[in-house]
């Protein structure tokens, strides 16, 4: 069995000091203060720490083989997207990491697939980077929940989404600057309580906002198991019924209607959930993902998957031909 986990994160080894090549902002650097460990800092503030399985591919493929994984899509780890900063200096930041992961994939690839970042905040230059990162091998990008408190709506990103339909790159929407991060930090509330908000939001102003409906080749896939939104998609139809002069002022689409034309991944690390999004969406809109090598993630690749008494062909869709299909890919090349 081919399996490929698509939502993992992945870092340069070494990042140059952008705060201090630009002149500004709390970018992130690493200080590798211990041998196979770094800590991601903030500016002066730490942030993480990380182990070299974020950064060492070779480790990443054995690590990965434990748990019968060959293939992993990789993107970078959210807090680089730098969507704040000056649009020329995250364009150059998104180079470097873009640049890095094409390198991965280039080195190994029967075990790599590869997702940009762009800096969405400049809708030129984010095309620029997006017609670039084709060019270099990657296959789609990974975005932001929202972008600077912006919903994923508004018109100036119309034009990136349809780049990536009329282009054929996939779509990776994962959350990042969670609402009401500064007045919840405690008990880890932001990536609790807030991420499977932020997937929400993103899903619902897509939806509403009509973009899924002007880009129906858009191939979409949401983290965290599309966050609350499938939980929460029989209250935000009868919002859509109840009040559509709030809800569908710019779409008069049911949001049910989408159901089934955009992707998930599997991380719900409960096997009733999963059972409920496998009906909710289809069986072939749900994608093996671990979000790799986080400890909020799936880090055991789907194991509970494998307990479900699932029918073969589900389980096959789940961990390869779900995310092939997404990506537009072929098996071939991995095997």
């Known amino acids: 069995m081919l399996k490929i986990d698509m939502h993992t994160h992945i870092i340069p080894e070494k990042l140059p000091r952008f705060a201090e090549k630009f002149g500004y902002g709390d970018f992130i650097h690493l200080v590798h203060h211990r041998p196979g460990f770094a800590n991601m800092m903030k500016g002066d503030k730490f942030f993480r720490e ?13 690590e990965y083989a434990n748990f019968n994984t060959q293939v992993q899509v990789v993107c970078t780890i959210p807090v680089m997207f730098s969507y704040w900063a000056k649009p020329a200096d995250t364009l150059e930041l998104s180079k470097f990491l873009n640049d890095d992961i094409a390198q991965t994939v280039n080195d190994h690839p029967k075990n790599y697939i590869g997702l940009a970042t762009v800096p969405m905040q400049d809708t030129k230059l984010a095309i620029q980077e997006l017609e670039r990162s084709k060019e270099i091998g990657l296959v789609g990008i990974q975005i932001g929940s929202n972008i600077n408190d912006l919903n994923l709506n508004e018109e100036q990103f119309f034009p990136i989404f349809e780049a990536c339909q009329d282009l054929g790159m996939a ?5 990042w600057n969670m609402m009401g991060f500064k007045a919840i930090e405690r008990y880890w509330l932001p990536w609790l309580v807030s991420m499977p908000a932020e997937t929400s939001r993103a899903i619902c102003s897509l939806i509403f906002g009509g973009v899924l409906e002007r880009l129906p080749n858009l191939r979409c896939n949401f983290a965290h198991a599309g966050g609350s939104f499938l939980p929460t998609i029989g209250r935000v139809e009868h919002g859509f019924n109840c009040r559509p002069d709030l809800v ?3 779409n008069n689409v049911n949001p049910k209607n989408y159901l089934g034309k955009f992707w998930v991944d599997c991380i719900t690390h409960d096997p009733v ?14 994608t093996l993902g671990s979000d790799y090598p986080f400890p909020l993630g799936d880090l055991e690749i789907g194991a509970f998957i494998e307990e479900m008494d699932l029918p073969k062909e589900t389980v096959d869709a789940i961990f390869c031909d779900n995310t092939l299909d997404w990506l537009n890919l072929s098996k071939d090349q991995f095997l």
């Open 273 to 286: 959930m999963l059972e409920y999004i496998l009906k909710t969406v289809g069986t072939d809109k749900v």
């Open 248 to 250: 569908a002022i710019d």
């Open 171 to 175: 779509l990776f929407v994962h959350p």
């Open 50 to 62: 990380i182990e070299a399985n974020c950064w060492d591919p070779k480790l990443r493929i054995t």
